[in-house]
């Protein structure tokens, strides 16, 4: 047989081949096929429960028999400043608005080794290194976090033993962060969400940074650029995409996290264990429902922002 | 026309014994180099062939691991990017996309603390010299392949390099979009009057627009001389054959017609297709045609001939019809005859 003599017999039509000239003419059918269950799920379940919890917001409880008021009203809103409620916000709002920061100071370092220069096995170890305590039980990783920096923790014991309990005293006695312990202070509480988070910051900061070409930062060397003004306007430009996707993570991850603050931390409340409490033993399902949009709100002002200043530009 | 250098100092750029080891891989080894100030200098060869490693080598983006390197008499060891004399128009052009075209014109300027109206003036200034006044919002992205290469070379020409290097510029470009920017730099060359470093791959961008062409393989320069010397009188096989095509005669073929056993190179535009009687001192061989390209102006024929296989390029006009399996005899000048050394 010869490539010039042989005559090639196009491939046999099948019931697959059928199906696909179906789709491949009628493009929107295709599309409609593609898109209805994600459609379903996200339209109807996701974004449904969602509208319903805001619907629940705008009802009231009845202080008297604990029964909920099915008319609208904004009394519910209205509790989130009574100064408790609001001193729960502020709180709440602080302790991630820290987490947030913090994370993108040790995670960007990480990330900009992992992009621009690990490579081959340095990455793969990277990855597995990043990826690895989100394998294990959350429950577990705070818990050991309690262990650590309980007052005869590791950490304590370590500090005695090289006779520097001065310092961890120091600490302590800072105020509003310090405590009676690491484990009962703010700082405990700042670094176990740290500590949790820390690689949604670093996945996304890292994928941006790799999407900056060489040739930009040669460039930018190239016309006088010193490395950390080709940081400052350059790679730190082209990164913000990945630095708010990475902050919105870890913010929104930090307003609504109600374990950690149950186990490490001191006794005030933080914003998901007040939507805990009210919905569950208090049942006041309005209020719980009020406090679950203003992490909603916060993070619509946050992007707001984000986009004013040009955050996204470079996306 | 610009001649070669005798001190360094004199020199542009100058390499002496460079070399830029990547482990057991020489992707540059053991490079001399004098570039005059004010040259347009190319630098050809295929991939990997070390041109472009020169180039950043130039550019400061590498440091060599042998040899040393200085531009305009200073010794450029240790010597950053940043602190260099010289800007470069990269191949995928680096603009930057978070900044309009006026901004990354005047980045250099912003760099060097210059005040904004000024800058922005030069920034104009030079964009109305590669013809994009008018375009100083736009962003990268908006702009066609074409227009991002002007703006790449107006941001490094704004800040007045003494060496303006160039890394594959035109690659990217249509045939068309790629002439008219031949033309152009040419144009801006004599303009400016600064020194152009150009790193191609086209060796007919090489030859038709640098004053002077080093022919890169495997690392070393394999010659350096004008597109003339280079194209005539090729001294290895390996540019006989790389710039422009050309028909390698055995030694063996040599010594049968002109009585010396040497390499040689036979420019296919040199083989005339005969009917009649020959040239009185042509060398005459006859031959079988195997393939006709035709090239608007000029017609590729390939023939097997006794001694071998030839390429001869024809004017069309007077090549005839002669199609595949037709037999032929083509006549050249000894004089066409280019012996190169053995390699």
Same mark, same amino acid.
């Given at each position: 047989?010869?490539?010039?003599? =042989?005559?090639?017999? +196009?491939?046999?039509?099948?019931?697959?081949? !059928?199906?696909?000239?179906?789709?491949?003419?009628?493009?929107?059918?295709?599309?409609?096929?593609?898109?209805?269950?994600?459609?379903?799920?996200?339209?109807?379940?996701?974004?449904?429960?969602?509208?319903?919890?805001?619907?629940?917001?705008?009802?009231?409880?009845?202080?008297?028999?604990?029964?909920?008021?099915?008319?609208?009203?904004?009394?519910?809103?209205?509790?989130?400043?009574?100064?408790?409620?609001?001193?729960?916000?502020?709180?709440?709002?602080?302790?991630?608005?820290? @987490?947030?920061?913090?994370?993108?100071?040790?995670? &960007?370092?990480?990330?900009?080794?992992?992009? !621009?220069?690990?490579?081959?096995?340095?990455?793969?170890?990277?990855?597995?290194?990043?990826?690895?305590?989100?394998?294990?039980?959350?429950?577990?990783?705070?818990?050991?976090?309690?262990?650590?920096?309980?007052?005869?923790?590791?950490?304590?014991?370590?500090?005695?033993?090289?006779?520097?309990?001065?310092?961890?005293?120091?600490?302590?006695?800072?105020?509003?962060?310090?405590?009676?312990?690491?484990?009962?202070?703010?700082?405990? #509480?700042?670094?176990?969400?740290?500590?949790?988070?820390?690689?949604?910051?670093?996945?996304?900061?890292?994928?941006?940074?790799?999407?900056?070409?060489?040739?930009?930062?040669?460039?930018?060397?190239?016309?006088?650029?010193?490395?950390?003004?080709?940081?400052?306007?350059?790679?730190?430009?082209?990164?913000?995409?990945?630095?708010?996707?990475?902050?919105?993570?870890?913010?929104?991850?930090?307003?609504?996290?109600?374990?950690? +603050?149950?186990?490490?931390?001191?006794?005030?409340?933080?914003?998901?264990?007040? @939507?805990?409490?009210?919905?569950?033993?208090?049942?006041?399902?309005?209020?719980?429902?009020?406090?679950?949009?203003?992490?909603?709100?916060?993070?619509?002002?946050?992007?707001?922002?984000?986009?004013?200043?040009?955050?996204?530009?470079?996306? | 026309?610009?001649?070669?250098?005798?001190?360094?100092?004199? *020199?542009?750029?100058?390499?002496?014994?460079?070399?830029?080891?990547?482990?057991?891989?020489?992707?540059?080894?053991?490079?001399?180099?004098?570039?005059?100030?004010?040259?347009?200098?190319?630098?050809?060869?295929?991939? %990997?062939? $070390?041109?472009?490693?020169?180039? !950043?080598?130039?550019?400061?983006?590498?440091?060599?691991?042998?040899?040393?390197?200085?531009?305009?008499?200073?010794?450029?060891?240790?010597?950053?990017?940043?602190?260099?004399? /010289?800007?470069?128009?990269?191949?995928?052009?680096?603009?930057?996309?978070? #900044?309009?075209?006026?901004?990354?014109?005047?980045?250099?300027?912003?760099?060097?603390? #210059?005040?904004?109206?000024? !800058?922005?003036?030069? $920034?104009?200034?030079?964009? =109305?010299?590669?013809?994009?006044?008018?375009?100083?919002?736009?962003?990268? =992205?908006?702009?066609?392949? %074409?227009?991002?290469?002007?703006? =790449?070379?107006?941001?490094?020409?704004? /800040?007045?390099?003494?060496?303006?290097?160039?890394?594959? +510029?035109?690659?990217?470009?249509?045939?068309?979009?790629?002439?008219?920017?031949? %033309?152009?730099?040419?144009?801006?060359?004599?303009?400016?009057?600064?020194?152009?470093? &150009?790193?191609?791959?086209?060796?007919?961008?090489?030859?038709?627009?640098?004053?002077? /062409?080093?022919?890169?393989?495997?690392?070393?320069?394999?010659?350096?001389?004008?597109?003339?010397?280079?194209?005539?009188?090729?001294?290895?096989?390996?540019?006989?054959? &790389? /710039?422009?095509?050309?028909?390698?005669?055995?030694?063996?073929?040599?010594?049968?017609?002109?009585?010396?056993?040497?390499? *040689?190179?036979?420019?296919?535009?040199?083989?005339?297709?005969?009917?009649? *009687?020959?040239?009185?001192?042509?060398?005459?061989?006859?031959?079988?045609?195997?393939?006709?390209?035709?090239?608007?102006?000029?017609?590729?024929?390939?023939?097997?001939?006794?001694?071998?296989?030839?390429?001869?390029?024809?004017?069309?006009?007077?090549?005839?019809?002669?199609?595949?399996?037709?037999?032929?005899?083509?006549?050249?000048?000894?004089?066409?005859?280019?012996?190169?050394?053995?390699?």
């Amino acid at each position: 047989m010869s490539l010039t003599a =042989a005559e090639i017999a +196009p491939p046999r039509d099948g019931l697959r081949r !059928r199906i696909s000239d179906v789709l491949v003419a009628r493009h929107g059918f295709y599309l409609f096929l593609l898109l209805l269950p994600p459609l379903l799920w996200l339209g109807v379940v996701y974004l449904g429960s969602l509208f319903a919890l805001l619907a629940e917001s705008f009802f009231s409880i009845d202080d008297f028999s604990g029964v909920v008021v099915r008319t609208p009203t904004l009394a519910t809103y209205a509790q989130l400043f009574q100064p408790a409620n609001f001193a729960v916000i502020v709180r709440t709002a602080s302790v991630a608005a820290i @987490v947030t920061l913090l994370s993108t100071i040790v995670a &960007f370092p990480i990330a900009y080794y992992a992009a !621009r220069y690990a490579r081959g096995r340095m990455k793969a170890a990277f990855y597995v290194a990043i990826l690895m305590p989100l394998w294990s039980s959350y429950l577990v990783k705070v818990y050991a976090w309690k262990l650590l920096l309980a007052k005869e923790g590791v950490i304590g014991w370590t500090l005695e033993h090289i006779h520097a309990t001065w310092i961890l005293d120091g600490v302590l006695a800072l105020p509003t962060v310090g405590g009676p312990s690491l484990s009962t202070s703010y700082i405990g #509480m700042v670094v176990v969400f740290l500590y949790l988070w820390l690689p949604y910051m670093i996945l996304p900061v890292q994928a941006a940074l790799e999407r900056v070409p060489a040739s930009l930062i040669e460039a930018s060397g190239d016309l006088g650029a010193n490395p950390g003004h080709t940081f400052r306007s350059v790679i730190l430009p082209l990164a913000a995409p990945g630095v708010v996707a990475g902050a919105i993570f870890v913010f929104s991850l930090t307003l609504g996290d109600y374990i950690v +603050p149950q186990i490490v931390g001191p006794s005030s409340l933080i914003l998901g264990q007040v @939507v805990y409490i009210q919905q569950g033993t208090a049942g006041n399902i309005p209020l719980a429902a009020a406090f679950s949009v203003v992490p909603v709100i916060i993070m619509g002002v946050l992007l707001t922002i984000a986009k004013r200043t040009g955050a996204f530009d470079a996306l | 026309m610009v001649g070669a250098m005798s001190a360094n100092t004199s *020199a542009a750029v100058s390499f002496s014994g460079v070399a830029r080891h990547y482990g057991p891989v020489k992707a540059v080894d053991g490079v001399d180099l004098q570039i005059a100030p004010g040259e347009f200098f190319a630098m050809l060869g295929p991939s %990997g062939s $070390g041109k472009t490693t020169c180039l !950043r080598l130039m550019a400061g983006f590498e440091q060599p691991t042998g040899g040393s390197i200085s531009i305009f008499g200073e010794a450029m060891e240790g010597v950053p990017a940043y602190r260099r004399p /010289v800007n470069t128009v990269f191949q995928d052009y680096a603009l930057f996309p978070h #900044m309009n075209v006026l901004a990354n014109v005047c980045y250099g300027l912003t760099i060097r603390g #210059m005040a904004r109206a000024e !800058r922005e003036e030069l $920034g104009r200034e030079a964009l =109305a010299l590669v013809k994009l006044a008018g375009m100083e919002d736009r962003r990268p =992205a908006q702009l066609s392949g %074409g227009q991002r290469q002007r703006v =790449a070379l107006a941001r490094a020409l704004v /800040v007045r390099p003494k060496v303006l290097l160039l890394d594959e +510029p035109l690659g990217a470009l249509d045939l068309k979009l790629r002439e008219e920017m031949q %033309g152009e730099l040419k144009g801006l060359h004599r303009t400016l009057g600064l020194t152009f470093v &150009f790193v191609t791959h086209d060796q007919g961008e090489a030859l038709s627009m640098a004053d002077r /062409v080093a022919v890169f393989n495997e690392g070393k320069i394999v010659q350096v001389g004008s597109p003339e010397d280079v194209y005539e009188r090729p001294r290895t096989r390996f540019v006989a054959d &790389f /710039v422009g095509s050309s028909n390698v005669i055995e030694p063996a073929t040599t010594a049968a017609w002109i009585g010396t056993a040497k390499a *040689a190179s036979l420019r296919p535009e040199k083989i005339a297709i005969v009917n009649g *009687a020959a040239p009185a001192d042509a060398i005459v061989v006859e031959g079988t045609i195997s393939e006709v390209l035709y090239h608007g102006a000029v017609k590729r024929i390939e023939l097997d001939t006794t001694t071998g296989h030839l390429v001869a390029a024809v004017a069309s006009a007077s090549a005839g019809e002669a199609g595949p399996g037709s037999k032929v005899r083509l006549a050249f000048p000894r004089t066409a005859l280019h012996l190169m050394d053995s390699a």
